[in-house]
Nanobody
Framework: QVQLVESGGGLVQPGGSLRLSCAAS????????MGWYRQAPGKQRELVARIAGGGSTNYADSVKGRFTISRDHAKNTVYLQMNSLKPEDTAVYYC???????????WGQGAQVTVSS
């Protein structure tokens, strides 16, 4: 059974930082591309950042220079370090495991991030 469990969300003031974690089980972690997506109220889910098994990354323009995605193969965990947070970063953040060669993908349950003073 595949599980992706996010943690680390919460309430933070503008300019603050948070680190999200996503622990994966039930998959061969190293061969999956791992991604963070977010969905704000009334908006479509969008890609935030993605990291391939080999470590290559890509980011949404809106978070470049502020967010960093990383992965730890020993812990089967992907992280999203979010700095200089803005109110427009407020959303539910979802972890996704993707293996495009097979069409298989899995989602976590989501973690709320609220940026507000």
């Amino acid at each position: 059974q595949v599980q992706l469990v996010e943690s680390g969300g919460g309430l933070v003031q503008p300019g603050g930082s948070l680190r999200l974690s996503c622990a994966a089980s039930g998959i061969i972690f190293s061969i999956y591309t791992m991604g963070w997506y977010r969905q704000a109220p009334g908006k479509q889910r969008e890609l935030v950042a993605r990291i391939a098994g080999g470590g290559s990354t890509n980011y949404a323009d809106s978070v470049k220079g502020r967010f960093t995605i990383s992965r730890d193969h020993a812990k089967n965990t992907v992280y999203l370090q979010m700095n200089s947070l803005k109110p427009e970063d407020t959303a539910v953040y979802y972890c996704k495991a993707d293996r495009p060669s097979t069409g298989r993908s899995f989602w976590g349950q989501g973690a709320q991030v609220t940026v507000s003073s």
